[in-house]
């Protein structure tokens, strides 16, 4: 399949009764995450929430989270996605599992130098987008097989371009442990969804022209452009309705005003499975070179602006 257009969806129209159905999710104090919980409850669907922290400990997840335990049908669940002896209280019971998490923006400076990045500790790229999906799929193998697993991610295949350089070079190889991440999940066995959005926005920051929202499957390529939080949350349960949707890989983007459509749920049945062969085994080595690439590119720009600079000042003081 192509270009698949859609628009805005009406959670109470789910085929699944809200009654019946029950969703996990982690990331729940992100932006995406905190969207999805409201959008969830909002549709009278059961709603457990993974959560690092207690509820009353002082740190600004901690008053999010609050607010959400607050919402109904909403059950905040302690655990840490790279503690897998936390996940089984959360998956139990559940049909499907959000995968929303991110990493923290880190020190660019202990990014771009790795001796100075442990790729151990619980915030780093490597655990939040590769470690933690192993340990949510090894949950869902054994607690809850059936149970699909649907991940937020973004575009991995171009480890060269400048973006994923960018982004490798300053966050901690986060292009390069998500596209890990997502190839754990094409290789395991398990239900999945992988959904790969434009540039996240608020819905302040940018407004949706009428008839523009698009989606692409398996992983196809699309111009970036802004989306909101509210459509990829939209896109993550919507999903869930849709057996083909299973074993896809959908980008999420917005095209020129008309070009597209408002409703994302009247096509979503047309997505097409993940074809063998499009995704490689994997690109960790690539990733790495292209961020060391980065880094030299960027210390040899930064000693020829040096150079000029000092070469201008000799200048000027030629004439002193």
Not at 175 to 204: C, D, F, H, M
Not at 280 to 296: N, T
Request: proline fraction near 5%; hydrophobic fraction near 40%; charge should be neutral.
């Amino acid at each position: 399949m192509k270009y698949i257009v859609s628009s805005v969806l009406l959670l109470p129209l789910l085929c699944i009764t809200s009654s019946s159905l029950q969703v996990a999710v982690i990331g729940t104090t992100g932006n995406i995450g905190r969207t999805a919980i409201q959008q969830l409850s909002e549709a009278n669907i059961s709603t457990k929430c993974l959560l690092r922290h207690d509820l009353d400990s002082t740190s600004p997840s901690a008053t999010i989270a609050t607010s959400l335990a607050k919402l109904p049908n909403v059950q905040m669940i302690k655990g840490d996605i790279s503690k897998p002896e936390t996940l089984p209280a959360l998956i139990e019971g559940c049909d499907a599992i959000l995968c929303l998490q991110g990493p923290p923006k880190p020190n660019p400076i202990k990014s771009m130098l790795p001796f100075l990045s442990n790729e151990n500790d619980t915030s780093h790229s490597r655990i939040v987008n590769y470690v933690g999906m192993q340990n949510v799929i090894n949950a869902v193998k054994q607690y809850n097989p059936n149970m699909r697993i649907v991940r937020l991610t973004g575009k991995g295949e171009e480890p060269y371009s400048i973006f994923s350089i960018l982004i490798n070079m300053l966050g901690n190889l986060a292009k390069a442990w998500n596209y890990e991440g997502e190839q754990l999940l094409r290789t395991s066995g398990v239900k999945y969804s992988i959904i790969r959005p434009g540039l996240l926005k608020s819905s302040e920051e940018y407004n949706i022209p009428p008839k523009a929202k698009m989606i692409r499957d398996n992983g196809g390529n699309m111009k970036v452009t802004p989306v909101t939080y509210d459509q990829i949350a939209d896109v993550c349960i919507q999903s869930l309705n849709h057996e083909n949707c299973n074993q896809c890989t959908l980008t999420v983007m917005n095209v020129e005003e008309a070009e597209g459509v408002d409703d994302y749920s009247t096509l979503l049945e047309k997505v097409e499975n993940d074809k063998k062969g499009r995704f490689p085994d994997s690109l960790l080595d690539q990733h790495k070179m292209g961020a060391r690439i980065g880094f030299v590119a960027t210390v040899a720009f930064l000693f020829g602006v040096l150079n000029t600079v000092k070469s201008v000042i000799g200048f000027l003081l030629g004439f002193i």
